[in-house]
Structure formats: structure tokens, C-alpha cells
């Protein structure tokens, strides 16, 4: 069972569209973080949230953490192929360890 | 700042050999440390982590082992491999504080034959 789930797995879409990535889960987590992975490579963060409704922006990115601290959604504004690749969200379970999502597959064609 | 370096950066081994997959970290003290399995471009899964030296918390029963020998160094190893050992390991830490976020090394590439 995945404890967080996220949707869609992959999306490919062209550059400039509007794009929402969507992690759920049954579970309440202390907080989450959203990482972006280059093949080849390990994640490398993006955002940390940690109060409920909590909206973070970085450019062209928003975060979102749920009202319940349960779910979040990351939104990508006029997406770029710079955007391709695998967004991770992980959420704090305990002190010390996070749960990671499967990952969304990410590809901006120019 | 803070760094995190891992090796080697790929290695294929023949089912049975050992293993030793090394991560260190540079610029911090008393660091988290974790190692994760990826699936080909699917989420992590964690292996094992240590708040200290000589700690470590298995999460998964497997084939393999960790050792943290020194405050900023986190060993993976196994005895004998076997071909389910494929995969992408990451080694990650954070500071020990409660609730500070994970930085990853850029990952090996473990082939078993």
C-alpha cells in the first residue's frame, strides 16, 4: 500500500501550458517537501511545507500543503522543457523519517 | 556549506561477490544519515538510518547491512549479492534537529550479473 500517492504518474504537455501535480494521502504528516530528480542524478529539494494551507511560490512553481496537512499540489505556471523531470513529494512521518510518493514523470516538449 | 559525496557513481557486480557502497558528509556534525533504493524513476524506498554513530535502524529485511564508523560517514554493504540488489542507492542526511529536510548525494548505480 502507498502510503502517499501521486497523480498523474506521468504527463508530458507542451511548453507554455499550465500544469498541477497532486500528492494524497490518508495519513497526517508533520511535513512535506517536494524534491525534482534529473535521471542519473539524486533529488534535490524544492520546498519544504509545514502548516496546514501553507502556499509557498518559487517562480513559476506553487505549493500547496492541504487544509489537514494531508495532501499537497505543486502547480507549474507557462512550463518550460527546463520542468522535465520526476517530482517526488515526501512526508515527514516521526523525527527522523520521510515517505516518499512514486513520483510524477514530468515532460515539457518545445 | 553543506555537502554530501557519494561512490563510486556506478558499479556492476557478479551475483555473490560483496558490496560496499560508501556516502560521506562534509560542512556539518551529528548529521541523519539514510540510504534509499529507487526503482527505475519511481520513488525511494528507505533502507536504513542512523541519528549517530554506531545507530542504525534497518527499515526493510533484505540482503543488506549499513555501518556508520565515523560521524559523517555511512557505509551500505552486503556479503553476498543477489540479483534483486540492482537498483539506484542514494545516500541522504539532515541536520539532527526535528523536522529539517533531506539532502541527497547523486546516487549509484549498483548492476548485479
Known amino acids: 500500500t502507498q502510503l502517499l500517492e501521486q497523480s498523474p504518474q506521468f504527463l508530458s504537455i507542451q511548453e507554455g501550458e499550465n500544469l498541477t501535480v497532486y500528492c494524497n494521502s490518508s495519513s497526517v504528516f508533520s511535513s512535506l517537501q517536494w524534491y525534482r530528480q534529473e535521471p542519473g542524478e539524486g533529488p534535490v529539494l524544492l520546498v519544504t511545507v509545514v502548516t496546514g494551507g501553507e502556499v509557498k511560490k518559487l517562480k513559476r512553481l506553487t505549493f500547496q500543503f492541504g487544509d489537514a496537512r494531508k495532501d499537497s499540489s505543486l502547480h507549474i505556471t507557462a512550463a518550460q522543457p527546463g520542468d522535465t523531470g520526476l517530482y517526488l513529494c515526501a512526508g515527514r512521518r516521526g523525527a527522523q523519517k520521510l515517505v516518499f510518493g512514486q513520483g510524477t514523470r514530468l515532460t515539457i516538449n518545445p | 556549506s553543506q555537502t554530501i559525496h557519494q561512490w563510486p557513481a556506478t558499479l556492476v557486480q557478479p551475483v555473490g561477490s560483496p558490496l560496499s557502497l560508501e556516502c560521506t558528509v562534509e560542512g556539518t556534525s551529528n548529521p541523519n544519515l539514510y540510504w534509499y533504493r529507487q526503482a527505475a524513476g519511481r520513488g525511494l524506498q528507505l533502507l536504513f538510518y542512523s541519528v549517530g554513530i554506531g545507530q542504525i535502524s534497518s527499515e526493510v529485511p533484505q540482503n543488506l547491512s549499513a555501518s556508520r564508523p565515523q560521524d559523517r560517514q555511512f557505509i551500505l554493504s552486503s556479503k553476498k549479492l543477489l540479483l534483486s540488489d540492482s537498483g539506484f542507492y542514494l545516500c541522504?542526511?539532515?541536520?539532527?534537529?526535528?523536522?529539517?529536510?533531506?539532502?541527497f548525494g547523486d546516487g549509484t548505480r549498483l548492476s548485479i550479473l
Open positions: 541522504a542526511w539532515s541536520p539532527g534537529s526535528y523536522n529539517q529536510p533531506q539532502h
